[in-house]
């Protein structure tokens, strides 16, 4: 029997739901993100390398800025915010070396900070940081330099180097702002010597003897100890001119008196003595 026009015995039950779709992959992680992830730089064909920075605020900086105080005072540099990672792959220890972040032209014009970094990401030390040396640079002022001056700066030993940029007072993650990363190398730049230091207790050999076997009959003789200095005493006045006496002498046809007695007397005796005129 039919009751209200259902079969009897029979209950419809609705379709089973399809299938969930299954979750979307995660996007990759964006190279530049994080130490683990720097994008290399310089592949040691030449002395000049240069990296575009599409987007300078798409990681995060390392743990800690401690050192930059003393490092990179004075440069206006910050160390905050979100950061690009680079890693240096060309390491030329002992060459002179220059890195300079300038900021894109136009909308995505930043002030950008720049730090290098040695060690390995997990244990990463600060060897140098700028933020605002730099200058004029392609794409206006303010640029980040590290190196390009005087003393030069070089690479200490054959280590991992990291790179990273970022903006001043930090920049906020996914804030626009692009910059250039340039780097060159100056091979032939001298390397500052550094001042021998004496031995400690070291002292110096005594002299042979005369007649000793093997050796130098003559002794060696040490320079006299330096006299402590004292101004020179005045030089001696000029000796005097030698004290002229009159002469004496008997006049006559020889020696010519004068005809007057200078004691206004009267006239000359030729017999007597009379000073030369």
Do not use: M
């Amino acid at each position: 029997a039919k009751t209200d026009g259902a079969v009897c015995g029979f209950n419809p039950r609705p379709p089973p739901a399809p299938p969930s779709p299954p979750p979307a992959p995660l996007p990759p992680p964006n190279p530049g993100s994080t130490c683990d992830l720097a994008v290399p730089l310089g592949d040691g064909s030449s002395n000049l390398f240069s990296l575009d920075i599409p987007q300078v605020s798409i990681g995060e900086g390392p743990p800690s800025y401690d050192g930059a105080d003393e490092i990179c005072s004075e440069t206006a540099f910050t160390g905050r915010g979100s950061v690009f990672w680079v890693k240096l792959e060309d390491v030329r220890p002992g060459v002179a070396l220059e890195l300079q972040a300038c900021s894109a032209s136009g909308p995505d014009y930043i002030d950008t900070d720049l730090s290098l970094w040695k060690g390995s990401c997990g244990s990463l030390e600060l060897v140098a940081c700028d933020g605002d040396s730099g200058g004029t640079c392609s794409g206006g002022d303010y640029s980040s330099i590290i190196g390009g001056g005087f003393p030069p700066f070089f690479l200490s030993d054959d280590a991992d180097y990291y790179v990273v940029v970022g903006g001043y007072q930090g920049l906020n993650q996914g804030e626009p702002g692009a910059a250039k990363l340039n780097g060159t190398y100056y091979p032939g730049t001298p390397t500052p010597s550094p001042s021998p230091s004496p031995s400690p207790g070291a002292s110096p050999s005594p002299s042979p003897s005369p007649g000793g076997g093997g050796g130098s009959c003559i002794p060696s003789l040490s320079p006299p100890p330096l006299l402590a200095h004292s101004p020179s005493p005045p030089p001696p006045p000029p000796p005097a001119p030698p004290l002229q006496l009159p002469q004496w002498v008997k006049c006559g046809r020889r020696n010519q008196c004068d005809d007057d007695d200078p004691s206004g007397g009267g006239p000359v005796d030729p017999s007597e003595l009379h000073e030369v005129r």
